[in-house]
């Protein structure tokens, strides 16, 4: 068995599929980052785990505690610590370790396996287990216990919300919905203590990717039937991962301390972790109070960092993939008409838009964000839609809104959120006042209600988001804009050239001919004015100056653990204060 090259039409399927579980926007930034380029050496290298790298005079610091939180890592209680039955559980990722992980460039790479294989398509997967993989009451981690876990999720009784999750398994989705009653018909299978089968219901060179994700980590089997769902408990839980939860007190307090029996604990420097449960409110006084390590910061603490001598230093921006934008919608006026959609385009003014952001926004020219496959820095494209408020009311020439009036009632309309939407709408409303004397209306929806209006193209002016599911063009521009789709449309807006771009570039594995293709499709849908991108989302954190091992991704970008990337504690470790 070899490991395939992965075709368009397997991406695709990906996508899918994550679409079906609910994975997507905020959760699943990069799922499939490295996919095109993964072979062979992408599935079965596992980076050696890196010593601590000290400067000259820095020296490790006795006490190995570590203290993270606030800023919207648990800012809620978790409901439990058990992924395999509930993906979005809320709970520590680091007390367990799956077959495969994702690494600092969300590429998947081994972890509990230490060898995949596959047959020539794709359709057939074989995971070797390390023989050092233990749990942590020093019993043997075994195939056989993947094989129970995948199957407990996909198990109707267990009524796992996320089990669709794995429905690339042969006969899983019928299972799930017990249209199959023999777990045995289920194509995943302990062919020994450490050989993992398992059989999918066609080629899906991806699942290695699948593999790597937190609905894929084990569950110990007699914890799970001893504490049915208290096992996650401090008392009862027993895990395989790189810590152990040493104590749990909800609501308020997680230590986490090093698991002895992983088989990489030598490479793991920090001893305790401590992660409080932080309401969001409380900003970054925890930090600022050195009650914490690490935190991701919120507008309001930014500014307050950024401008004082002692955590100026401290405080770094981590990719979060995400891109703000406009949907005039064709069908209804004003912008059916051509000339009033171009108007908009040049009205908006990006640079004072993003100032409301406080730094958690920059102008965005195109759909992709910079650094990511497909990002454009062409300045033919930037000047399709860039600001010029002369330029803007004069496309009003020859229309029923020249010289900027006659407006219709305008309504722009978004979902009700956080992440700084409603600031950015406001500032859209203020431009397009300004430079086309546009009144506009905000209406805030909420999120359900926003969806459907949005979905049956109801809506006159979008204020809207997306945030990466994976880090491909088709994933920015065929999962939002693509006329032919029957289901999920955000806009009513169709074009056949468009079209034949996305379908150009899904076709082939050229990499040259598919950016190319993006690219002509990004100017044909700014020409037209299918959309207007106005903000590029971006995150920043602060640690304190003792923090090391944070790793970087190949942008140089420091990456904190997220829904994806969940490899930050066993890299970290602390040096003596100066």
């Known amino acids: 068995m070899k490991t395939p090259r992965i075709t368009d039409a397997q991406v695709d399927l990906l996508a899918e599929r994550l679409r079906a579980v609910g994975v997507g926007r905020r959760e699943f930034l990069k799922v499939a980052a490295g996919l095109a380029a993964m072979g062979p050496a992408g599935f079965n290298h596992r980076p050696a785990d890196a010593a601590p790298k000290l400067a000259p005079g820095e020296k490790l610091a006795k006490d190995q505690s570590f203290r993270y939180g606030g800023g919207g890592w648990w800012q809620d209680d978790p409901t439990s610590h058990d992924f395999n039955k509930d993906l979005y559980c809320n709970g520590v990722p680091a007390l367990f370790a799956g077959l495969m992980k994702f690494n600092a460039d969300h590429q998947s790479v081994l972890y509990v396996a230490s060898k995949v294989t596959s047959n020539s398509d794709g359709s057939q997967w074989a995971f070797t287990i390390r023989k050092d993989s233990k749990w942590s009451d020093g019993s043997p981690c075994t195939a056989r216990d993947f094989e129970w876990s995948w199957k407990r999720q996909l198990d109707p009784a267990s009524a796992a919300p996320y089990a669709a999750f794995l429905y690339d398994i042969r006969n899983a989705q019928a299972f799930n919905k017990k249209e ?69 007190q909800h609501g308020q307090v997680m230590v986490l301390r090093k698991n002895k029996h992983f088989f990489g604990a030598k490479d793991v420097v920090l001893d305790k972790v401590t992660i409080p449960i932080v309401p969001v409110a409380s900003g970054a006084l925890p930090y600022e109070n050195n009650e914490l390590d690490l935190t991701s910061l919120q507008t309001g603490d930014l500014k ?22 406009l949907i005039p919608q064709v069908t209804k006026p004003p912008f059916d008409n051509l000339k009033v959609r171009r108007a908009v385009a040049h009205a908006i003014d990006r640079a004072n838009i993003v100032k409301v952001a406080q730094g958690f926004a920059i102008p965005a020219h195109a759909m992709i964000p910079p650094g990511f496959p497909g990002a454009l820095d062409d300045p033919k ?63 805030v929806l909420e999120p359900r209600v926003f969806r459907e209006r949005l979905w049956k193209q109801d809506l006159q002016f979008v204020w809207i988001r997306w945030f990466m599911d994976y880090p491909d063009p088709h994933n ?19 074009n056949d050239a468009f079209d034949r771009e996305l379908e150009a570039g899904r076709d082939t594995r050229d990499p040259k001919k598919r950016m190319a293709a993006y690219a002509k499709a990004e100017e044909i849908m700014q020409t037209d004015v299918g959309y207007v991108p106005v903000a590029w989302t971006v995150r920043y954190a602060a640690a304190k100056p003792n923090v090391r091992g944070i790793e970087r991704n190949r942008q140089g970008e420091f990456v904190l653990e997220a829904n994806i990337y969940v490899d930050m504690l066993p890299h970290l470790y602390m040096i003596e204060r100066a």
């Not at 992440?419 to 006042?433: D, I």
């Not at 693509?482 to 806009?491: C, E, L």
């Open 304 to 325: 307050r960092l950024q401008s004082n001598p002692k955590t100026v230093e401290e405080v770094f921006r981590y990719p979060f993939p995400g891109t703000w934008y």
């Open 381 to 443: 494209i930037k000047a399709i839609q860039h600001f010029d408020a002369k330029l803007a009311m004069a496309q009003l020439r020859g229309t029923p809104f020249e010289g900027g009036k006659n407006w219709p009632k305008v309504t722009l309309t978004m979902r009700d959120e956080a992440l700084g939407s409603k600031p950015l709408a406001e500032a859209v409303q203020s431009v397009l006042l300004e430079h086309l004397n546009m009144k506009t209306d905000l209406e």
């Open 476 to 494: 920015e521009y065929f999962d939002t804009f693509y006329g032919k789709k029957t289901t999920g449309k955000r806009q009513a807006w169709v």
């Open 180 to 248: 199959v009653t023999d777990p045995s018909q289920v194509g995943v299978r302990a062919k020994d203590d450490w050989t993992l089968e398992v059989t999918l219901e066609g080629p899906r060179g991806y699942f290695p990717v699948l593999a790597a994700y937190l609905a894929a980590l084990p569950a110990h089997r007699a914890s799970v039937e001893k504490h049915a769902d208290k096992w996650t408990e401090a008392a009862n839980i027993v895990c395989n991962g790189p810590f152990v939860l040493e104590t749990w």
